[in-house]
């Protein structure tokens, strides 16, 4: 999975460098895409934790930071090595951050 960050010292958004159609259509050709999307701002978000039994829920995200995950996309990738060159090529790669992190299936 890839999870899209913002990243407050990276270069400014440019709206006429974002490539992502480009990059879908590239990654869908290959065959290593399986589902993506942008996410609501941390200002829309909702957390919910129990605490002995009790349900509590909060409004905005688990931590309080200046980077937040803006997005996601799921690839299958044969290795490290192709999600790395996947995500290199994604556009917030240049004005964020992109996490890569192996799904664990459950049950494993």
């Known amino acids: 999975m890839l999870f899209i960050c ?16 480009e990059w879908g259509a590239e990654m869908d ?9 942008r ?16 349900v509590v829920v909060s409004d905005g995200p ?4 200046k ?3 803006a997005g996601y996309d799921i690839i299958d990738c ?5 999600a790395i060159e996947v995500a290199s090529k994604h556009p917030m790669a240049r004005f964020g951050k ?8 459950l049950g494993e």
């Open 62 to 65: 688990f931590a309080e930071t």
């Open 39 to 54: 996410l609501r701002p941390v200002e829309d978000a909702t957390t919910v934790t129990v605490r002995e039994g009790e």
């Open 6 to 21: 913002t990243d407050p010292s990276a270069p400014k958004y440019v709206a006429a460098e974002d490539n992502i159609v």
């Open 78 to 82: 044969t290795d490290l090595d192709e």
């Open 67 to 69: 980077e937040w995950i």
């Open 29 to 37: 050709s290959r065959g290593v895409t399986r589902h993506g999307n």
């Open 98 to 105: 992109i996490e890569i992190r192996p799904v664990w299936p």
